[in-house]
């Protein structure tokens, strides 16, 4: 229990998965939270079976303000410290802006950007207290750089990329560092299911980047590592683009 504790959310599947076995790894015990209580149950003994470490989980809606809240105090009342926050849950949305509604709006918004917030604003309070921290925000190479059809999903990672900034200028007093990491195309799952879907094809995203490849979830767990292990208070605010070129070549 003296192991430090990070909270990783949407860790089931994606780079969610591999950065929680990251830490893992590194030795950190895990809070992780997604919608599918099976998935989490699995990936939870995974962890603790294969790295000697506490992994607790909870199934929650992170569109839901008060489940954040709940799931977050909870972790802290069972580890009684929070020392490093993952935002990572999120959702994609392929259709263009004519197409779009309002439910549509919200439901990106509030799982990409508005659970962000939350999980900064609730985590971050036990941070405070201790006068320590690292938050590490998972947004995208959309952020800047906007592709036909995500228009929801770049203004979420936008804001993203927006919070981290403000975070680190907020909290910085208190010792807290809050930089993203900006991935461009990642070969995951959900890329997987949109390629079968034919929304998106896998030659045109590997002519995006200078390498002609995607990327894969390591180069995204790897970095979040560097940033947890070398932790340095003079490098906080920062957007750190993992995209192969992509975000130079446009």
Known sequence: MNRKIAIVTGATKGIGFACAEALAQSGYNLAICSRNLNDLRKISFYFESKYSIICFYKKIDVSKNIKIKFFV?????????IDVLVNNAGIQLN???ELLNVSNYKKVIDNNLTSYFFFTKYSGAHMIRRKEGIIINVSSVLSKFPLVGRVLYSISKAGVDALTR?????W??????????NPGHILTDMILKDIKKGLINIS???????SGTLGSVDDVSNF????????SKFQTGQSFF?????????
Not at 166 to 170: G, H, P, W
Not at 172 to 181: A, E, G, H, L, P
């Open 95 to 97: 259709k263009k802006i």
């Open 166 to 170: 403000s975070t680190a200028v907020e």
């Open 204 to 210: 045109e995203m590997k002519k995006r980047s200078i």
């Open 172 to 181: 910085s007093k208190y010792n807290i560092t809050c930089n993203s990491i």
């Open 242 to 250: 993992i995209d192969g070129g992509f975000s130079i070549k446009k």
């Open 224 to 231: 979040l590592i560097y940033l947890v292990k070398n932790n």
């Open 73 to 81: 105090n909870a972790v802290y009342k069972k580890f009684k410290k």
